[in-house]
């Protein structure tokens, strides 16, 4: 019969996915803050609508990529986790014969 064994390491390796979703989103806090500095500084005349057409549509996209890759690190930690309990569950019934 095939040993199936988890491994000890594999709870481990998703347990630092919840302080990494955390700080995707103070990261996604923190560019938010730096627009709201740049909206301020850079009026609205003319040349400062010459800058937000550049600099508006980038940063919409980088703060959206922030809070959806801290949504993907959330849900790999929390579905790594389940997965290295199935895994260290299953080795426990192998190995007392269920």
């Known amino acids: 019969m095939a040993e199936f064994k988890a491994t000890a ?4 390796a998703f347990s630092k996915y919840p302080e990494m ?15 709201g500095f740049n ?6 005349d003319e040349i400062g609508n010459a800058y937000f057409e550049t ?5 919409k996209g980088l703060l959206k990529m922030l809070g959806q890759v801290s ?6 930690g929390h579905n790594g986790q389940t997965a290295a309990k199935l895994f260290t569950r299953t080795d426990d019934d192998l190995a007392s014969g269920v």
């Open 55 to 59: 600099v508006d549509p980038p940063t």
């Open 39 to 44: 909206t301020n500084a850079a009026g609205h």
């Open 21 to 35: 979703s955390a700080l995707l989103l103070r990261m996604q806090g923190r560019v938010h803050e730096i627009d």
């Open 71 to 76: 949504k993907i690190a959330e849900k790999a």
């Open 9 to 12: 390491e594999m709870g481990s």
